[in-house]
Each structure stands twice: as C-alpha cells, then as structure tokens.
C-alpha cells in the first residue's frame, strides 16, 4: 500500500482563460452565421463590401463555430477534467498557453484571411497554409501536454473520457495534415495536391471526420466526465462505455465517402461510406443511452438543474443527429436531401443542440466553481434553456421544411414528362421565407448566449476566482516487474502509448482501405483525352471562383439523375476533374449546378449577371460583385501558380509561365473584350470579371459533342 | 465503370477479404475484451470521476451538493 500522499495544484487560469474565450468566439461566430443568414433573404447585407459576402462570410461562420466556440469549449472541459482524472497538474503550464494564445491567434488570423478571399476552399480546412502549419504546431503543443498530464498522472486507471481525448488528439493529427497536403504559389495562395476524385474523397474522409473527431470524440469524453459529476453518480455502464469507444473510433473513420454520394466517386467506395453509416447509429445511441441512463434516479434534479437540463438536451440532440446522419447516408435518402437544406438543418441540430448545449452546460457547471460560489441566477439559466431550446426548433424546423421542398421541386416532373419547375430560381425563391424563419432561430439562440454571458459575469463577480485548486493523492506506484507476461489489459490501461497505438491502428484502417485503391486507381482513372488543363486566365478566373467562395451556392457535380440531366446536361464523369485541384464539387446549392454552364449564356449575360444578379435573374438571391468589373486581375501571380500546377501534376510544358502564357491569357482576353462589345458593354481586358467569365465559359465545354468514353480505355 | 476499374488492379480481390477480417476480428476481440471485465473493475472505474483529490471539493459551494 503506497502511503506517499502528495500535495499539487490543479491549474483553474488555463481553464478560465478557454471558458471566457469560449463565450465570446461563440457569440461572434454565432452573429456572423446570423449575417450569413440573413444574406440568404435579404442579398443586400453585405451592403455592396466584398468582404462579407455570403460565400466569404459561410467559412468564417462554420470555423468560427467548430474551432474557435467549440474548440475552445474543448479545451476549457478537457483541461478541467483532464487534470482531476489524472490526479495531476498539467503537464506544463507554458505549453498550456502556448496552446491557448497559439489557438486565439490562429482564430484572429482566420477571422482577417477568410473575408479577405485567402481560402483553399475545403470545407472546414479552408485557412491557407501558413495557418494550417501554425494550427499544427499549437495542435501538437496540446496533444504534448496531454499526453504528458497522462504520463505522470497519480490515477493509476485511465478513465474512458482519456480515451476519448487521446483519440482526438492522435485523428485530428492525421486528419489534419493528410488533407493539408498543399502546394504552396506564394504566401496566402496553394493548391491541393490531390486533383478531382482524389482531393473529393481526402477532402470528405477529413470532412466527415472532422465531425467526428472535433466535434464528436472530444465532447464525448466531456459527457463522460462531466455528466456523472453533475449527477453525482457513477455512468450507468462502464462496460458499455469502453463498448462505445472501440466501436465509435473503429466505424466512423469509413463513413466520409457518404458526402459524395451519387457523385463522380466509385460506386464501391460510396457503398462502403452508406454501410458504415448505417452502422454508426449503434454505437452513437449506446453512448446516448448512456448518458441518458446514468440520470436514473435523478430526473428529478434535472427539473431544478439548468446543468443537467442542457446535458439532457444535449445528449438527446446527439441521439436525434446520430439517427438522421446514418439515414441521410442511405442513398436513396440522400438522393433527395443532398445539396438541399436538409443537411443544414441536421449539422445544426448537432451543432447547437449537441455541442452548444454541452458547452453551455459546461460553462453553468465550471464558473460557479472556478470562482467559489454559486451560479448568480438559476432563473436566467432556465430561461436561457427554454429560449435556446426555441431558438433550436425555430431554426431547424423551417430548414428543414426549405430542404425537402428543395429536393422535392428539383425533382418534380410535369405529366408531360417535363421538368415542373425548370428554372432553378422558382425553387429557391419558393423556400426564402423559410429562411426568414431560421434567422428568427438564430436570433433566439443567441440572445440565450448573451443571458448566458451576463449570467456567468454576474456569478464571476459575486465570487472569489482561486486560480489553483489544491488537491492530494497518493503517488503512483512504480509498477513492480511483473512475473511472465502482463495481461492485455494491464498493457492497454497501464501504458498510454500502446493504448494510443491500438487507436491509431482503429482509425487508420478504414482510411487506409478506402483511400489505398483510390491512389491505385490514379493510373487507371477512366480519362477523357479531350479534357485539358485550364488556360492561364482561366486558372486565374477559378482563383477567382475560389477567393469569392462560388462553391458555397453552386455545385460542379451532376448526378446521374434525369431530373438533374435535364436541367444541367450530361452528369459528371471522374475523368472530366482530374486537373481541379483542388475540386470545387460544392455541397451546397443555393444556385444552380454550373458543371456545364460554359456556353450557356452570352459573356455579356455574365458581365450583367455579376454587375447586379436581379438584372438577369429577377428574384435572385446572389449579391452584387459590382468590384469584379472594377478590380484589376492579379496577373503578377500567374508564373508562381502555373508553376505550382505544374508541380502537383497538371501538365504545363516547361516554362510556359514565363512567356507563352502571358501571350496566351492576352489573347483569350481580348477575345472576351470583343465578344462584350458585342453586347455593348465596354471594358478593359485587365479587369477580374475577364477572367471569371473565361473560367465560367470553360467549364463542362471540353466534352461537350464529343463522343466520350466512360471507362478505363 | 467502376467494376472495371476496381477488377483491373492486381489482388484486388483480397481488399474485401481483408477488410472483412480485420471487421469481423475486431469486434470479436472488443466485445471479448469488454464482457470480461469483473464488475468490481467497472464499477471503481465508473466512481473515478466523482473523486477529484481537491482538499476542499468546490461542490461544498453548489446547491446540487447540498
């Protein structure tokens, strides 16, 4: 019996510190998705400035949401609970705010570059690469720290929540830089290594597990830990939690290929991402049930308790998105709700229902605390339930209702076999006031954030902050040489680096499988030898496409579906992408599909489209991008991302930055400027919208008429 | 298409196979792993959180503890 009793301190600054940052990164994320918002009904939000479009202002809201207010409610419950667990400071204090500041500064930096255009245009991998290499760095000062904590911890068990961090810690790693792996063309400028199918599985395998394992592991290890303490009693199944782990890290890392669905992926690897889906839903309500159970005997706490309320709530939030998320990954299912608002009004029943309402949870429990006293208003809280709660319904509800009439109207076909609404504009003009609705929603939930905040500063300021916590434990026993062979268990518990190990080896083999043949497949992609690469003001006008943030709105992905044939032409094929790198699929379409648009309309139609979107299109919902006629094409950049292409694999002949392609871009140039004064419009050829309108003109022309071939040739 | 191109490489066959295995192994291994845990070991490591060392547990100043 180890009677060495030591005395540390648990450190409560680092935990305030992420606990306020949470607050006021969630406040502001949640206005910019309520900018964004309101950009859907009313297009003149922006109040003519580029710099908050919709299409620029969409990536802003989804990291400010998922890594700043999430990420930082993150942080603050793991550093809490990860130190009481392990009965141990953190490892080390500077690491602890190298990984606070280096977190709010990279948030600040992407606050400045998103609305400033500098974008990959992944989803929720958008910063650019200076960024991406500062977010590994503070995510590696993190995962040194915890594991670390682990290292010398006096607890001699790791309790399942550990495992749940550890798993973050290790996939988002992975994740991260795989899916990072860019070329850079100047400072805040690179392109995606991997082209078309390729960049579309890496991108959605990191996508869907950036839900997974940001969003999803980390706050599942918070539930862990902090809903028994809240309840004071033990989870109801230890046993199943340890179930819920293997299972939820081994199944999810397979289910990415369910965002692309239909598309111009491989049937194998879409199938793979519906089955694993599918299988997803147990492990996910083993965890609810969990969770919901451990309150046995104790609902009636969760009456009086805003605590427990927001936990309750939240847990069932996970339940209800774990249910949707696998039904949405049938593909029939999908058919109808992908790139519809069907899959906004289901991120965001997880994302305020789960993660908001565990982080506000968190906060109630931690503050109080942190500062010796009680919450200043129970009241308040319980309001700031019932209005979030609103705000939740408020929200989803009519997005839901926008996302089926979407999908529905889509597909309508009129008894004369024609499509009933062939003008994508009467679908989407249709669901607007649904999106008046959701901005009601929004508008409710963070006015609960802002009770929350007033709250949480009153408590503050009616108690005393004490900045360590003292506490004692024995020390731990250095484990004496076993006799024979130590059993699995005691390995796996006894020695966090082969438990990590196992994990990684969990998460590494459906990536692995699915991802292999995908890079086998390279050679064998079924090419279209009239498919070329993009002419140099093309590739400037895609940059352009890509720094506006078209692909918020309008996909580049026909499905093999009448309905969509008949609206947008051919379907999509993988050989038409492989110089897109990165791809600009879109998940999203709020617009119409523009795979084929090159030819369809006259440039002038595209000149006056962009000056003012209702000109053309009476009851568009786009902005104006009246600066694309004004600002000057940045044609110093053209040799640096030419070249870069060329690295990644797109096949420009040897110094052709450095002559024949100023020439070239000259020539196209001239013959957009000719072909608008046709149209009576006078420009000058060095102006932005010359080239977003020569990349528009291209897209889907190079196998339109020609015979081609749809398999390995 | 795909078939095609899927079929055309060398062993692919085995890819499925594989996969099945590791599945299959995994989730026997897991599931033995889990069911033969003794209850004594689940129950202390459901109570871990509840003991966090502190000296003087913040707790004594929230009305849940009370």
Redesign the interface.
């Known amino acids: 019996m180890n009677t060495n009793i030591e005395t540390f301190k648990y450190d409560n600054r680092i935990v305030r510190a992420f606990a306020i940052a949470t607050v006021v990164w969630g406040i502001v994320g949640m206005l910019v998705g309520l900018l964004a918002a309101a950009e859907l009904f009313f297009p003149g939000a922006n109040l003519n400035f580029q710099f908050i479009t919709f299409g620029r202002i969409r990536p802003l809201h989804t990291n400010a949401v998922i890594f700043a207010f999430v990420g930082n409610g993150m942080f603050m419950g793991i550093y809490y609970s990860l130190q009481r667990l392990c009965k141990a400071r953190m490892f080390s204090d500077f690491l602890s705010w190298f990984n606070f500041w280096g977190w709010q500064l990279i948030i600040v930096g992407a606050a400045v570059t998103l609305p400033l255009g500098f974008t990959t245009s992944k989803e929720y991998a958008e910063l650019e690469w200076p960024i991406k290499v500062a977010l590994a760095i503070v995510w590696l000062a993190f995962a040194v720290n915890l594991f670390g904590t682990i290292v010398k911890r006096r607890e001699k068990h790791m309790y399942v929540a550990i495992w749940f961090y550890i798993a973050t810690a290790v996939t988002v790693t992975v994740l991260h830089v795989t899916n990072s792996m860019t070329m850079p063309a100047g400072w805040f400028k690179s392109y995606s290594m991997y082209a078309g199918v390729q960049d579309a599985l890496v991108q959605w395998w990191y996508g869907h597990n950036a839900v997974a394992f940001f969003l999803t592991t980390p706050y599942l290890g918070l539930m862990y830990y902090f809903l028994p303490k809240a309840a004071n009693r033990p989870v109801y199944s230890y046993r199943l939690s340890i179930i819920h782990f293997w299972a939820l890290v081994f199944l999810y890392i397979w289910a990415g290929p369910h965002h692309l669905l239909y598309s111009a992926l491989p049937d194998w690897a879409q199938s793979l991402g519906m089955v694993f889906s599918l299988m997803l839903i147990a492990p996910s309500w083993g965890g609810m049930l969990n969770g919901l159970l451990t309150l046995r005997g104790a609902w009636d706490k969760v009456r009086q308790d805003p605590v427990l309320k927001f936990m309750v709530a939240a847990v069932t939030a996970y339940g209800m998105a774990t249910l949707e998320g696998p039904l949405l990954a049938v593909k029939t299912v999908n058919s109808l709700s992908h790139y519809t608002d069907w899959t906004i009004a289901h991120v965001h029943t997880g994302a305020l229902g789960w993660n908001g309402f565990l982080t506000f949870s968190m906060l109630y429990y931690l503050i109080p605390r942190l500062y010796k006293t009680q919450l200043w208003s129970t009241k308040l809280a319980n309001y700031h339930f019932w209005i979030a709660m609103l705000g939740m319904i408020f929200y989803v509800v009519p997005i839901y209702v926008a996302g089926i009439t979407e999908g529905l109207m889509w597909k309508q076909f009129n008894p004369d076999g024609f499509l009933q609404y062939p003008n994508f504009l009467e679908t989407i003009v249709h669901v607007v006031p649904m999106f008046e609705l959701r901005a009601i929603g929004g508008t409710l939930y963070i006015a609960g954030v802002f009770l929350m905040a007033y709250n949480l500063y009153r408590t503050a300021q009616a108690g005393q902050f004490e900045p360590d916590t003292e506490a004692q434990a024995a020390a731990l026993e250095k484990t004496a040489p076993v006799r024979g062979r130590p059993s699995f268990h005691r390995l796996l518990e006894g020695k966090p680096l082969f438990f990590t190990v196992l994990a990684v080896v969990a998460i590494l083999v459906g990536g692995l499988v699915e991802v292999i043949p995908m890079y086998l497949i390279k050679s064998n992609v079924p090419t279209i030898a009239s498919v070329k690469p993009y002419s140099p003001l093309e590739v400037l006008g895609r940059d352009l496409y890509i720094r506006e943030g078209c692909l918020g709105c309008h996909s580049q992905m026909i499905r093999p579906f009448r309905s969509e044939t008949e609206r947008y032409g051919d379907y999509s094929k993988a050989g038409e992408y492989v110089y897109d790198h990165p791809f600009l699929w879109g998940s999203e379409r709020k617009g119409p599909d523009l795979a084929r648009v090159g030819g369809k309309y006259p440039d002038a139609w595209h000149f006056n489209h962009m000056d003012d979107p209702r000109s053309t299109s009476p009851g568009s919902i786009m902005p104006q991008y009246s600066w694309l006629l004004t600002q000057r094409l940045d044609r110093d950049a053209l040799p640096a991302r030419l070249a870069a292409l060329r690295r990644v694999g797109v096949p420009y002949p040897a110094d052709y930055e450095n002559g024949p392609a100023q020439k070239d871009l000259d020539t196209q140039a001239a013959k957009i400027v000719a072909n608008l004064k046709q149209g009576s419009i006078n420009t000058a050829p060095d102006r932005e919208i010359v080239a977003l309108i020569a990349y528009l003109q291209r897209l889907g022309t190079d196998i339109k008429g020609a015979p081609v071939a749809t398999a390995a040739q | 298409?795909?078939e095609?191109?899927?079929c055309?490489?060398d062993g692919?066959g085995i890819?499925g196979i594989?996969?099945i295995c590791?599945f299959v192994a995994?989730?026997a291994g897991?599931?033995l792993?889990?069911?033969t845990?003794k209850p004594n070991y689940?129950?202390?490591?459901?109570?871990?959180?509840?003991d966090?060392?502190?000296?003087?547990p913040?707790?004594h100043?929230?009305?849940?503890?009370l």
Do not use: Q, T
Request: no cysteine; net charge negative.
């Open positions: 298409m795909e095609k191109v899927i055309g490489l692919v890819y594989i996969s590791i995994f989730f897991m599931l792993w889990a069911f845990k689940l129950d202390k490591m459901g109570r871990l959180p509840l966090s060392g502190e000296k003087d913040a707790d100043h929230h009305p849940d503890a």
